[in-house]
């Protein structure tokens, strides 16, 4: 299971930090690639970014490409999304994603677990 906070309503300019943190005694969040998309109101999910299995592998989508940084912290079974210079196009519903195995993904395909969502909201 996979579970998304840090949303909220944030000026443009500003910052926000999403995590997903994984639970489930059969789920080993360490060996898996890892990846954000997000959803606005009327339009398709789409890819922001993914990270591997150990962190060392990231992609990011070119819209969020030198303000969005992705990480992990295996130790406690957490992602993460530091969104920073926000823009109001990037208000949209986020998701976290997990693969099956260890390597990234830049689409929904790619993925076989997905978390509930957090709302970012950006106001101009």
């Known amino acids: 299971q996979l579970q998304a906070s840090g949303g909220g309503v944030v000026q443009a300019g500003g910052s926000l930090r999403l995590s997903c943190t994984a639970s489930?005694?059969?789920?080993?969040?360490?060996?898996?690639?890892m990846g954000w998309f997000r959803q606005a109101p009327g339009k398709e999910r789409e890819f922001v970014a993914t990270?591997?299995?150990?962190?060392?592998?990231?992609y990011y989508a070119d819209s969020v490409k030198g303000r969005f940084t992705i990480s992990r912290d295996n130790a406690k079974n957490t992602l993460f999304l530091l969104m920073n210079t926000l823009k109001p196009e990037d208000t949209a519903v986020y998701y976290c994603?997990?693969?099956?195995?260890?390597?990234?993904?830049?689409?929904?395909?790619?993925?076989?677990?997905w978390g509930q969502g957090t709302q970012v909201t950006v106001s101009s």
């Open positions: 994603a997990a693969r099956r195995d260890g390597d990234t993904a830049g689409y929904t395909g790619g993925y076989a677990y």
């Open positions: 489930g005694r059969t789920f080993t969040f360490s060996s898996k690639g």
């Open positions: 990270i591997n299995w150990s962190g060392g592998s990231t």
